[in-house]
């Protein structure tokens, strides 16, 4: 039970409303007898099958009858023609009705994907009802899952899905969930080429060496995804989606430098973000100077220590002496980000890596 | 909602008042909420038993009634279903299983049925379905794992492929979703760490970063939530902390912080605890307050083995088949 507030009381003092009560009670529990009655004799016909709807429009949870009208339908199905998609589209309406009120509920999207697995309902339709679920709650993680399944049904193209993601993200930057879904389109959306050297050939680079490499985010979309979360970092930089986001993006950046190429490149961006994180830093000590929004300053401090770890990791003889820096970071948020200090503690000792021993 | 500094009655855990609201739930049975929660009542069973178990009051209930009930809910095909007039699931096949360990009644259960049951949901990527009609979830890998270590036959199911799959489900932060490419949310963490946890297979996972990642759902009230920028909830006060537990990483969260916000949704008057402060008590949000009391050594409660999902002396009872919390030492090395 969620988000039910506590006072009033329920049904005490108004003999009215107790007696109300009592009969919704006695209503449902003669609905849900009737109901599992007949369907456990395989009594499958109308007007059961029209109690059962208003159960389930009451209380869709209850997947024993989805159950019986998966069973029941199923036997319409094998006649097929007009009368199954009939069939299929009354059912997907019912279905319809039960997530408009209850869009969290297990048993009711599994029917559906059930039903949509029959292959006689159109998939666009499916698709504009989960864009319009995922606009009334852009993080219900049934809907999302729910619109994966209809994006594999339909072998969408990685760039469309992946610009559905940017703009959930345009709408909403703290929308964690779209975010979550650019990682795992990035990497199919930037198909590298193969980059095969004539010096690979020669030195005769492992086909899974070269396989590896091709699985890299390439820099420049690196670089326009970087650009992209630090607008978000100045809107609010006390959200997380965005640098728990820039974490895999600095994760994608360590995968090019365990190629042990291109090392100038890497440098160069990880002391843009640098730059990004310190300039951050200072934009809040001037919006609040005597007392820092924890928040606010708790994400770019944690990113500067992360970056110059990776500074240290990918050009050791140039960044030694940021190892330095990075304890003093983390001694600093343990102070600024007090429920998280056994973590720092950890990190300051060297013992909670979560970035450079996560390159993918 | 954060706790205020003085706590009032609620500074205490009100252990006689949550057992008193669990036992009248249970029998208030002209209650709208009786009937409507009646498909899943098995797991109500089990979170509230459990409860009880933990604040010293599992004898406050009739036990061959309850038993008798869980027996009747088992059906030809081996699975429990949430009561007698509902069908088979995996999810009430577990808490039917844990109500019966609790009891220490397990050898009543016709294991052979139930074991047949749980095995034939395994799918050929060895992911496992609810029940036959086909929904996959990673809570139902935890679910079957967990059946099958209870009932002392870890190896009726594949678990190397039921791990392979949970890895599969691993994301860029180190979280876990219901399928591969689904988000992680903390409760299904919490079933893959332990579907890990069971299987042998704890070094599929990155250790540090998704401990890091759960221990950022603690928010400024102290309470957990279960996904980055969502509201906290009571109920994740188990789901992170199990997994936390299982993964000797607890002291990355302030507990002090957490205990108190969860001692801040219990209902004083009526007893139960809530999901927010102030908010209606339930049974569920009861048994994962105490649960996650219980976690972080609560004074006066039961410890709970944070896999098994059950009172830690319960777990040390069954013949260890598969790793409890308790075998596996909490400062293992990383991974």
Known sequence: MHGRPRYPRPNTGDPQKLQAAEQRVQLYSRLTSTVLKRLQAGQYDKETLDLAARLLEQNPEVYTVWNHRKRALLATLSKGGDTAAEAVKAELALTQRALEKHPKSYATWHHRRWLVAQHVTSLQQEVDLVNRLLEADERNFHGW?????????????????????????????????????????????????????????????????????ERLVPFWALRQELELVTQAFYTDPGDQSPWLYHRWLLGCLLAHAQTGKNKEEIVSLLQQEV?????????????????????????????????????????????????????????????????????????????????????? | MVPPEDLGPRAELLTAKHAAFIKKFAENTSNFEYFATEHFRMSGVYWGLTALYLVGHLD???EDAIVNWVLESQHADGGFGGSPRHDSHLLYT??????????????LIDADKVIAYVASMQQP??????????????????????????LQRPDAIDRQKAAAYIASCRNFD????????????????????????????????????????????????????????????VCYSWWCLSALSILGRLH????????????????????????????????????????????????????????????????????????????QSSEAPDV
């Open chain 2, 94 to 107: 577990l808490s039917a299983l844990q109500v019966m360990a609790l009891y220490q009644k397990l050898h």
């Open chain 2, 125 to 150: 990527d060895g992911s496992f379905s609810g029940d036959e009609w086909g929904e996959i979830d990673t809570r139902f890998t935890y679910i079957a794992l967990l059946c099958c270590a209870l």
């Open chain 1, 275 to 360: 730059a990004v994180c310190k300039d951050i830093l200072e934009l809040e000590d001037t919006a609040a100077p005597d007392g820092k929004a924890a928040s606010s300053i708790k994400w770019p401090s944690l990113t500067l220590a992360q970056l110059h770890e990776l500074l240290c990791s990918v050009a050791p003889s140039s960044f030694d002496n940021e190892q330095t820096d990075v304890r003093l970071l983390y001694r600093q948020l343990q102070d600024i980000d007090q429920l998280r200090a056994g973590f720092y503690t950890d990190a300051s000792k060297g013992s909670a890596k979560i970035l450079v021993q996560s390159a993918t």
């Open chain 2, 252 to 327: 990355w969260i302030d507990q002090d912080a957490l205990t108190r916000y969860i001692l801040f949704c219990q209902d004083e008057e009526e007893g139960g605890i809530s999901d927010q402060p102030e908010d209606m008590a339930d049974v569920f949000h009861t048994f994962f307050g105490i649960a996650g009391l219980s976690l972080m050594g609560f004074p006066g409660l039961e410890s709970i083995d944070p896999i098994f999902a059950l009172p830690t002396k319960i777990v040390q009872q069954l013949k260890p088949a598969a790793p409890s919390a308790s075998s």
């Open chain 2, 174 to 233: 180190g979280g876990f979703g219901a399928r591969p490419g689904m988000e992680s949310h903390a409760g299904q963490v919490f079933t893959c760490v332990g579907a890990l946890a069971l299987a042998d297979s704890l070094h599929l996972l990155d250790r540090d970063l998704l401990c890091w990642w759960l221990c950022e759902r603690q928010t400024d009230t102290g309470g957990l939530n279960g996904r980055p920028e969502k509201r906290e909830d």
């Open chain 2, 60 to 62: 406050d209930m009739d």
């Open chain 1, 145 to 213: 899952g729910y619109r994966q399944f209809l994006m594999e049904l339909m072998q969408a193209a990685p760039e469309d899905e992946e610009a559905y993601a940017a703009a959930k993200i345009d709408h909403n930057f703290s929308n964690y969930s779209a975010w979550h879904l650019k990682t795992r389109l990035l990497k199919k959306v930037h198909h590298q080429s193969p980059t095969v050297t004539l010096d690979d050939l020669i030195s005769a680079k492992s086909s899974a060496a070269a396989a590896a490499e």
